[in-house]
């Protein structure tokens, strides 16, 4: 079974850092790209940052370029965001997410979620 | 950035009825689209991958259809736990999108 576990969130103060995991298991883990996904209290969902499988590829949504780093360790099937300069806004519950397999060229989704961790972000 | 935008905001059916959604992107995704599930206090679920391919699990009564920048998420015979929150999803270029979400909601 596919899980996602994440971890370290919490409350933080404005300018603040905080770096969030999210531990891997029931898959092959170095063969996935990842996702982390934010969803601010009442609102949408917000893609955050991309990493590809072999973690050579990232990518990051406007909102975090510049202060949030995405990495991951596949000895350890650990997934990792650092924040850097927290800003209010930047309260949300945060997902990592797996993307799945799609043979060929077509999106498979992101077929997996973990339960989010609670970022918040105050002065 | 592709701008999706989901139709309608809200939608008030009984069960058993049809739900029909809709996601516009503001150019061509071409088949690009996943759809979720999330319900109250829950991460969403994957239940529809490139346009048009149920997720594992998912029922039958899901499906969903489109290309290019017409999307639809049609849900038959809805059932008391299908009212929820769908979002759509682009992944044709970065960033990935999602559209604002449609509130389905027990008439």
């Known amino acids: 079974e596919v899980q996602l576990l994440e971890s370290g969130g919490g409350t933080v103060q404005t300018g603040g850092s905080l770096r969030l995991s999210c531990e891997a298991s029931?898959?092959?883990?170095?063969?996935?790209?990842m996702y982390w996904v934010r969803q601010a209290p009442g609102k949408g969902l917000e893609w955050v940052a991309y990493l590809s499988a072999s973690g050579g590829t990232t990518n990051y949504g406007d909102s975090g370029k510049g202060r949030f780093t995405i990495s991951r360790d596949n000895s350890k099937n650990m997934l990792f965001l650092q924040m850097n300069s927290l800003r209010a806004e930047d309260t949300a519950v945060y997902y990592c997410?797996?993307?799945?397999?799609?043979?060929?060229?077509?999106?498979?989704?992101?077929?997996?979620w973990g339960q989010g961790t609670l970022v918040t972000v105050s002065s | 950035e592709i701008v999706l935008t989901q139709s309608p905001a809200t939608l008030s059916l009984s069960p058993g009825e049809r739900a029909t959604l809709s996601c516009r992107a503001s150019?061509?995704?071409?088949?690009?689209v996943a759809w979720y599930q999330q319900k109250p206090g829950q991460a969403p679920r994957l239940l529809i991958y490139?346009?048009?391919n149920r997720a594992t699990g998912v029922p039958a009564r899901f499906s969903g259809s489109g290309f290019g920048t017409e999307f639809t998420l049609t849900i038959m015979n809805l059932e008391p736990e299908d009212f929820a929150v769908y979002y759509c999803?682009?992944?044709?270029?970065?960033?990935?999108?999602f559209g604002q979400g449609t509130r389905l909601e027990i008439k």
């Open positions: 997410a797996k993307e799945g397999y799609c043979a060929g060229d077509c999106y498979s989704g992101l077929d997996h």
């Open positions: 150019q061509s995704v071409y088949t690009y």
């Open positions: 029931g898959f092959t883990f170095k063969s996935y790209a």
């Open positions: 490139d346009a048009s």
């Open positions: 999803q682009q992944r044709t270029n970065w960033p990935t999108t």
